[in-house]
Each structure stands twice: as C-alpha cells, then as structure tokens.
C-alpha cells in the first residue's frame, strides 16, 4: 500500500503541495498526516518526513539547501565540531530567516550565494 510519507522520500524529501495534490493527496489527508505526526509541513506549500535531518529541514526553512560541513554531517560523514549551520541560497533570495527566530536574517543575501549561520 503507497503511503504519503513512502511518496514524499521517492520524491527527494521535500515536495510540495501541489505535487502531492497531482498525485491524489487531498488536502485534507495533508492535514491529517500533519496531526499524526507522519509527516512536516517545512514550509508555507512544501513537506517531508520527520525523519530527514534536521540541519536539511533547518536550511529547507531557510529557503536553501545544505552545503559544506553541515551538508558532510547529514550523510554521517566525521565533521569537526560546529554549531554553524553552512546553507547555500540562491542569489536573489531576500528576508532570510533562522526557524525559531523573527529577527536574525543573513547580510546582504543579494552579494553572497552562502551563507553560515551560527547556531
């Protein structure tokens, strides 16, 4: 039997709404799976699994992707201790947010592609 969460890892992790909605997901079993805990809601459209990292969910939120030492770490490879957080964004990304924060944004997002951000 196919599950959302079984459609969201054979999807890369992170999909959105409206790939889930494509492939016969209601909304309102999104809901649902939310509630139970099977499945994240990472951002305003987009899920995954509570099993992916949480550095991948952090940056996902962010609005980019894991690079660098953290990027090593997801995949269990040996990193030196940081409590750094090592994202890269696209250049025109604006308004760039830590999850649990309203204030601290990264400088000047249009100048550099990545990002570390202390944790």
Known sequence: M???????????LFVKRATLRAR??????????VSRGTIVRVRKGWYSVPWAPPSAIEAFRIGGW??????LKSYGIWTPTTAKLHVSVPSAA?????????????????????HSLNG
């Not at 016969?24 to 799976?33: K, M, N, P, V």
């Not at 894991?66 to 990027?71: M, R, V």
């Open 2 to 12: 196919r599950t959302l969460a079984r459609d969201i890892v054979d999807h890369g």
């Open 24 to 33: 016969g997901w209601s909304d309102g079993h999104l809901r649902a799976e």
């Open 66 to 71: 894991l690079t660098g030492l953290s990027s």
């Open 94 to 114: 604006r308004g760039l947010r830590r999850r649990n924060s309203r204030t601290t944004t990264c400088a000047n997002p249009r100048r550099h592609s990545r």
